[in-house]
């Protein structure tokens, strides 16, 4: 079952879009020329580290289904790009029920065509802004069991919030919703890694009207002040759980990690 239709609001194609920027990271065709403008003038890097950041969500999301967790609660979705999270976890659990949530207008025009759950599954779509955890929380509950474990995806999302205190904050109402047995998966992009090149990012994404707040390694680990951190713990996403044992991970300027809520 997919549900995915709600109000259309217009698309605003002369401001970038972090969606539709890592859109064309990725190599997609879902953007316009104010995000490729973006884009262009970011580091060789940044193209590596959104195939890096893809890559460690597909790893945590199968490792999760593996472990049995068949709720996932995804929170800056961006633009479908296959395999979604919904095709890793179904193909895995068949039943698994996903929702996703961005607040770009363009992502739920695909979301209608591409985030298709299996007929056993379900996969349901939100257009609502992670500063309102509220009103995500409250729409996902009619598809989701709160009483039962959920795996929240954050992924290279919240260094789109600069402001420290908001959020840690809305990271902590959102884990304060889950119950015990639930995880939180998080990927963010790090200050103190290759500091000339975050400040580079940093200072061409702010030319796009685009506001990046990267941190420390210390400073992401608070996110998950209060939960279990699975091994390998908060590392880089190439060394999250790397699928080739034994070899030397491909340098990342994004820490990565998946904690357990007890």
């Known amino acids: 079952m997919t549900t995915a239709s709600q109000p259309s609001v217009p698309i605003d194609t002369g401001r ?8 064309w990271l990725l190599g997609g065709k879902d953007n316009y020329p104010v995000d490729e403008a973006v884009g262009e003038q970011l580091p060789p890097e940044a193209k590596a580290a959104a195939r890096q950041n893809r890559q460690f969500m597909h790893r945590a999301a ?14 800056g979705t961006g633009i479908p790009t296959a395999p979604n999270l919904h095709q890793i976890v179904q193909d895995i659990l068949p039943t698994a029920k996903v929702v996703y949530t ?3 207008p363009i992502v739920l025009r695909h979301a209608e065509a591409l985030l298709v759950s299996r007929p056993e599954g379900v996969t349901d779509y939100i257009q609502a802004d992670a500063r309102q955890p509220e009103d995500i929380v409250q729409h996902a509950r009619q ?4 009483d039962r474990p959920i795996a929240l995806s954050l ?7 600069p402001d420290e205190q908001i959020a840690h904050g809305i990271v902590r109402d959102l884990v304060a919703e889950l119950s015990p047995g ?14 000339e090149l975050a400040a580079q990012v940093t200072a061409e994404y702010a030319k796009g009207g685009i506001q990046l707040g990267f941190r420390t390694r210390a400073e992401v680990e608070q996110f998950f002040d209060g939960l279990e951190l699975v091994a390998p713990g908060l590392v880089t996403a190439t060394e999250w759980a790397p699928s080739a044992s034994g070899s030397v991970p491909e340098g990342s300027g994004i820490y990565a990690g998946v904690a357990r809520v007890v």
């Open 182 to 195: 639930s995880y939180l998966v998080l990927s963010h992009a790090a200050s103190d890694l290759y500091p």
């Open 16 to 23: 970038a879009h972090p969606a539709r920027v890592y859109d």
């Open 143 to 146: 598809i989701l069991d709160f």
């Open 62 to 75: 199968a490792w999760l289904a593996e472990q049995g967790l068949d709720q996932f609660l995804d929170i």
């Open 155 to 161: 992924i290279a999302l919240m260094h789109f919030i």
């Open 102 to 104: 961005d607040n770009d």
